[in-house]
C-alpha cells in the first residue's frame, strides 16, 4: 500500500510539470537557455532515479534501492543550486520573472519526484529487511542486539 501511494503521488507530480509546461505554451513564456539546459539535466536525473526505482522494486533489488537513495540526496543539493542560479539569470535579466515561477514550480516538482523514488526505495528495502529476518530477530536489531 506505501508503495502504490508514492507511485501515485509521482504521477500527480508528473501531471503538475505537463500542466506547467502546457501553461508555458498557452502564455508564449520560454527558458533562457541556460535554464532549459539546467531542467533537461534535472530530467536526465529523473530518468536515472525512476529507472533505478523500477530496478529496485521489479527485481528486489538493494542495491538499486541504495542507488536510488543515493540519487535523491544528490539531487537535493542540486536543487539548490538551481534556485541560487536561476536567481542569478533573473537578477542579470537573463530570465523574465514570468518564467522565474515556473522554473522554481519544475525544480520543486522534480524534487518531489526523487523523494517518491527513495520511498519506493526504503519500502523496498524495509521489505526485504523484513523476508530476511523473523520479528524476534527484527526487534533483536532495532534493540541494537546482535543475533
Same mark, same amino acid.
Given at each position: 500500500m506505501r508503495i502504490a501511494h508514492e507511485i501515485e503521488k509521482l504521477g500527480d507530480h508528473c501531471k503538475? @510539470?505537463? =500542466? @506547467?509546461a502546457l501553461n508555458m505554451i498557452n502564455s508564449k513564456t520560454s527558458f533562457s537557455e541556460s535554464a532549459v539546459n539546467e531542467i533537461n539535466q534535472?530530467? =536526465?536525473h529523473i530518468e536515472t532515479i525512476t529507472s533505478e526505482m523500477r530496478k529496485a522494486f521489479d527485481d528486489g533489488d538493494v542495491e538499486a534501492a541504495r542507488n536510488? @537513495?543515493?540519487l535523491e540526496e544528490q539531487f537535493d543539493e542540486r536543487e539548490r543550486f538551481l534556485r541560487e542560479r536561476h536567481i542569478e539569470r533573473l537578477n542579470k535579466g537573463e530570465c523574465k520573472p514570468t518564467a522565474a515561477i515556473n522554473f522554481i514550480e519544475l525544480i520543486h516538482y522534480i524534487e518531489r519526484i526523487t523523494d517518491n523514488c527513495k520511498n519506493v526505495a526504503q519500502a523496498v528495502i524495509d521489505d526485504l529487511s523484513h523476508k530476511l529476518f523473523s520479528d524476534r530477530e527484527q526487534k533483536m536489531l532495532a534493540a541494537g542486539k546482535t543475533l
Open positions: 503538475d @510539470i505537463s =500542466e @506547467i534535472a530530467f =536526465e536510488v @537513495i543515493m
